[in-house]
């Protein structure tokens, strides 16, 4: 008898809880990466850390902080594993905080979309994103939600490498902060008002 309340307890620990969700911000460690085009989920995930008070703590395969929300927890994570292994990262903080895979956002630049624009869609391709690609590739699906930050696609070719990896440009550090406050902001909309909502309020904006 006591082993069977046992087992019913574990089992109800281990749920889900439906009101945390983790916001993975997508980059690469190290200061060489630091403000390119490519580390733009770094960037959001830092702007929610500063705008809520949240210390980022260097753990397993990244760094972690978490902060309420009108009643949800966002767990933030920035991956320390490099861009084309951030699937371990991933799956390992939706295990250990126990997030459900419908709660988990992946917020990464896009080379097709304008400079500054953002769009949350709620699954898809990788779009040829190394990161997308390993995430895909550990999950076993594509089915989780991903806000995609247009960096623009200004390049000559075979300099597309170049370009993601580059620093933004004088011109575009004049709005980028608005930019990543709107992105922010979506992260936000998503873990209250719901993906639908949030997508109706801001896959529309300029």
């Known amino acids: 008898m006591f082993s069977f309340f046992k087992n019913l307890f574990s089992r109800e620990e281990e749920e889900?809880?439906?009101m945390k969700y983790l916001i993975v911000g997508l980059g690469n460690p190290g200061e060489d990466y630091d403000w390119t085009r490519h580390n733009i989920g770094?960037?959001?995930i830092d702007?929610?850390?500063k705008l809520h008070e949240v210390d980022m703590d260097d753990d397993r395969h990244g760094w972690v902080g978490e902060f309420k929300h009108k009643g949800r927890t966002l767990v933030l994570l920035k991956p320390s594993t490099f861009m084309n292994l951030s699937g371990k990262a991933v799956r390992y903080w939706m295990e250990k905080k126990k997030i459900k895979q419908e709660n988990v956002l992946v917020v990464l630049d896009d080379l097709n979309l304008p400079f500054g624009r953002i769009k949350l869609k709620a699954k898809?391709?990788?779009g040829g994103h190394n990161?997308?690609?390993d995430i895909n590739k550990t999950l076993g699906n594509s089915s989780y939600a991903r806000l995609r930050f247009g960096i623009g696609d200004d390049f000559s070719k075979g300099r597309q490498v170049n370009y993601v990896l580059?620093?933004?440009t004088d011109k575009e550090w004049e709005t980028l902060?608005?930019?990543i406050k709107n992105a922010a902001d979506c992260v936000k909309a998503f873990a209250t008002v719901g993906l639908g909502r949030a997508m109706n309020t801001f896959n529309t904006k300029k």
């Open 47 to 49: 702007n929610l850390a």
């Open 177 to 179: 902060p608005d930019h």
């Open 42 to 44: 770094f960037e959001v």
């Open 166 to 168: 580059g620093k933004w």
């Open 124 to 126: 898809g391709s990788d």
């Open 131 to 133: 990161g997308l690609k």
């Open 16 to 18: 889900p809880d439906p």
